[in-house]
C-alpha cells in the first residue's frame, strides 16, 4: 500500500523525500501547519499497525481535499488548496 499524504498547491517541496524542507515551508514561511491539521483530522492510535495507520492517514487525506478549503498564500497573495500525495 502506498503511504498518503497532505500538502498545500503551493509547497514546492514533497513531504516524503523533502520533509525538513517541506515542513519549514509549510509552518515556518506560511503558517499553514499541515501536519499539524492532519493529526487533528486522522482518527489513530498507537495501537494501530502500520497499514491501518496508513489507511487512516489517507482517510483524513481525503476528507480534508474533499472539504476544498481555500488559503491566501502570505507569499504571493494567491489562493492555496490542500491536496493528496502519494509516495511513490
Not at 2 to 10: G, H, K, L, P
Not at 52 to 75: F, G, Y
Request: hydrophobic letters at 30%; proline letters at 6%; charged letters at 30%.
Amino acid at each position: 500500500m502506498a503511504r498518503t499524504m497532505i500538502t498545500t498547491t503551493d509547497n514546492p517541496f514533497n513531504p516524503f523525500t523533502q520533509y525538513d524542507r517541506w515542513a519549514a515551508y509549510d509552518e515556518k514561511e506560511c503558517g499553514y501547519f499541515t501536519s499539524s491539521y492532519l493529526a487533528r483530522i486522522a482518527d489513530t492510535s498507537p495501537d494501530f499497525s502500520p497499514e491501518e495507520m496508513d489507511r487512516e492517514i489517507e482517510s483524513a487525506c481525503d476528507e480534508i481535499c474533499k472539504m476544498d478549503l481555500r488559503m491566501i498564500s502570505p507569499l504571493t497573495g494567491k489562493e492555496v488548496g490542500y491536496v493528496k500525495v502519494t509516495e511513490e
